[in-house]
């Protein structure tokens, strides 16, 4: 064999070698282990119910709410302004598109184990801008939908809040109780808008 | 002869090859480079959507009643500080949360076999925990809880039908 045959082989060799390496998949977590611990444990990366009533009613552009739930239960009712990935196909997805932009992606399932999963694996691809909604839709039943006013006094402060729960439980209400069709209809324009702020054409 | 000839046969290869010697010198760093990539421990495994698979069938929870029935008796890994539970079913460790990928706890972790159980008042923290331990090669781990419903909306929808859309 000349000289050109056997880096042929070698090279050859090199990519047998190459294509049976465990190499980083697209979903395999790149950030280091101990900065992301200690991301996922600041308090920061976490928003409560109130502060999610505030965005919904301000129809805060910032925020993009993603229900982890599975389509079935989001079809039934869902956070106004949020979109469905269900977490079982949140790994099987390019979500690059949904999660690598300039607005905040706050995670909200029924309670916190999946919106928690759904975190690490979101920052640990990189996606700076994920966030969660602490204690889920339960929450957000126990602190807006249920909310009620029962004192004789209230603060400025206190008015602000129950005011803003007070709207936005009015805004869930409304939009969960439309018919499937007009459902549909509001979280298309939703995501046309969503899509323009992106960037992308309708 | 024959000698002389293999001699000028292996002497011109030397030659050729130190005329190919810039893409080796290019390609076998690159291989290096690769292979210590590609197997160095402490990183995350790859393939994350199959190490997670059971967070997403709930087979990562485990109840109190349950741990009878694990094969060894697991470690208990309290990730609340100052918190403790009795040694009933296992070996019990307080590893606070912040402090989980210091050195010596995860020689605690790794020494141990069996399974290992991470038990959180906070159902957050233990989720956290329980994906990042997981992408890390951890096998065997389970979040205790203590009930079954944690991903179940306890509350009802009512919708009032009186409300007109606004699109």
Not at chain 2, 22 to 43: D, E, N, Q
Request: aromatic share 8%; proline share 3%; net charge neutral.
């Amino acid at each position: 064999m000349n000289t050109r045959q056997n880096l042929s082989a070698i090279l050859v060799l090199l990519g047998i070698i190459l294509a049976f390496l465990p190499l980083s998949g697209k979903y395999s977590l790149r950030e280091k282990p101990d900065k992301l611990l200690s991301e996922v444990l600041d308090e920061k990366t976490c928003f409560t119910a109130d502060q999610v009533a505030r965005f919904v009613v301000t129809e805060d552009s910032t925020v993009q709410l993603i229900d982890l739930r599975s389509a079935e239960e989001f079809k039934r009712f869902s956070i106004p302004g949020a979109i469905n990935i269900p977490y079982n196909e949140l790994m099987a997805l390019d979500l690059e598109s949904y999660l690598n932009r300039d607005v905040r992606s706050i995670f909200y399932s029924n309670g916190d184990y999946q919106s928690g999963y759904a975190l690490i694996i979101a920052r640990g691809l990189g996606y700076k801008n994920c966030f969660v909604m602490k204690g889920g839709l339960n929450e957000w039943y126990n602190l807006v939908m249920n909310s009620r006013f029962s004192g004789e006094t209230i603060t400025a402060r206190e008015n602000a809040l129950f005011e803003t729960r007070t709207k936005a439980r009015r805004m869930f209400t409304e939009l969960n109780s439309m018919p499937d069709s007009l459902k549909a209809r509001y979280r298309e324009s939703k995501e046309i808008e969503r899509k323009k702020l992106d960037g992308g054409c309708e | 002869m024959k000698e002389k000839n293999s001699t000028a046969v292996v002497n011109k290869q030397i030659d050729e090859m130190k005329r190919y010697s810039i893409v080796l010198a290019l390609v076998i760093p690159l291989l290096v480079m690769v292979l210590i990539k590609s197997f160095t421990t402490g990183h995350f495994r790859s393939d994350a959507s199959k190490w997670a698979e059971s967070s997403i069938n709930q087979t990562n929870l485990i109840m109190q009643e349950q741990l009878k029935s694990l094969e060894e008796k697991p470690l208990m890994v309290i990730l609340d500080e100052g918190k403790a539970i009795p040694d009933e079913v296992g070996e019990t460790v307080n590893i606070p949360a912040r402090t989980l990928l210091e050195k010596d706890n995860q020689k605690k972790l790794r020494a141990h076999t069996g399974s290992i159980v991470l038990v959180s008042a906070d159902p957050a923290i233990s989720a956290k925990i329980w994906m990042l331990l997981n992408q890390m090669g951890y096998k065997k781990l389970y979040i205790l809880t203590d009930s079954t419903d944690n991903e179940v909306l306890k509350y009802k929808f009512r919708p009032d039908t009186g409300t007109v859309p606004e699109l």
